[in-house]
């Protein structure tokens, strides 16, 4: 194994073990003041935020204008990471740029960051998949996108259940249907939500939300962009057999 993916691969179980922990004390506590908060919120609310949700990640994943060309086949390990990490930078710039725009609009504008950030951060996802040689057409992956944007904003229990799928993702993917799903929507947005709620909310008060927009849309931006690394290491690490 060359150098950089001994180094790829010892980041990889560094982060693996970091995705296997218990819940901790404080992630318990602000997961039952959240899911306290979830309980006062009316259901036909609930039922609204999953709506919207659901049809929003839905567009991306039956669309097609979120296809990318892929690499040649020949193009080795180090050389595809590069490019994932150049365009990594790229959308957290942009996302940057987006959130501070939108910050600074008070809350009106803040409410108008959520589609627009789940868009850019959709579009990062497809193309870093392609980066890595995976087809995109192929409906599987882009459930695999969504399993992986899942693991980047949820609470460690549900991380805890989510890395066991990604691990083992070959054998569960034979599972999957080629067409439609039955993706459980309401944990998904659930999930995201809790965990936008706390990094995003200062972004919805007039004159210091610029500011929080800019620097929380780039910061879960690059949380979301080296999750996606550390999972698809996983996957080409799997095909060589290294995780045996």
Same mark, same amino acid.
């Given at each position: 194994?060359l150098?950089?993916?001994? /180094? ?7 982060w693996l073990?970091?995705?296997?922990k218990? #819940?901790?004390l ?16 009316p ?14 990640v839905?567009?991306v994943?039956?669309? =097609?204008?979120f296809i990318n ?10 050389k ?7 365009? /990594?930078? @790229?959308y957290?710039s942009t996302a =940057? ?7 600074a ?5 803040g ?7 789940l868009?850019?951060k959709?579009?990062m996802?497809?193309? *870093? ?6 087809d ?7 459930l ?8 980047a ?8 259940? *989510?890395?066991a799928?990604i691990?083992?993702?070959e ?5 999957l249907p ?6 459980? @929507?309401r ?6 939500r ?6 995003? *909310?200062a972004?919805?008060? #007039?004159?210091i939300?610029?500011?929080?927009g ?6 879960? =931006?690059?949380? *979301? ?7 698809y290491r996983?996957?080409?690490f ?7």
């Open positions: 194994m150098l950089y993916e001994e /180094i790829a691969f010892y980041e990889m179980n560094a073990q970091k995705m296997k218990n #819940p901790s404080a992630n318990r506590m602000a997961k039952g003041v959240q899911h306290r908060i979830n309980n006062i919120i259901e036909k609310v609930h039922q609204a935020i999953t709506f919207a949700i659901e049809k929003m839905k567009g994943l039956f669309g =097609s204008s060309a892929t690499l040649p086949d020949e193009v080795i390990f180090k595809r990471e590069e490019k994932v990490k150049s365009k /990594i930078k @790229w957290k =940057s740029v987006e959130g501070a725009i939108t910050g609009g008070g809350i009106l504008m409410f108008a960051d959520f589609p627009a950030f868009s850019i959709m579009k996802m497809f193309e *870093l998949a392609s980066l890595y040689g995976h995109v057409k192929d409906f599987r992956e882009r695999y996108i969504l399993h992986v944007f899942q693991l904003f949820c609470s460690q229990k549900k991380r805890n259940e *989510l890395i799928i691990e083992n993702w054998n569960h993917k034979e599972t080629v067409k439609g799903d039955g993706f459980d @929507w944990s998904f947005q659930i999930e995201y809790d965990y936008m709620d706390l990094a995003k *909310l972004q919805l008060i #007039p004159v939300g610029a500011g929080v800019a620097v929380a849309n780039w910061q879960l =931006s690059d949380h *979301l962009g080296k999750t996606a690394i550390q999972c996983l996957r080409y799997a095909r060589k057999g290294m995780l045996e």
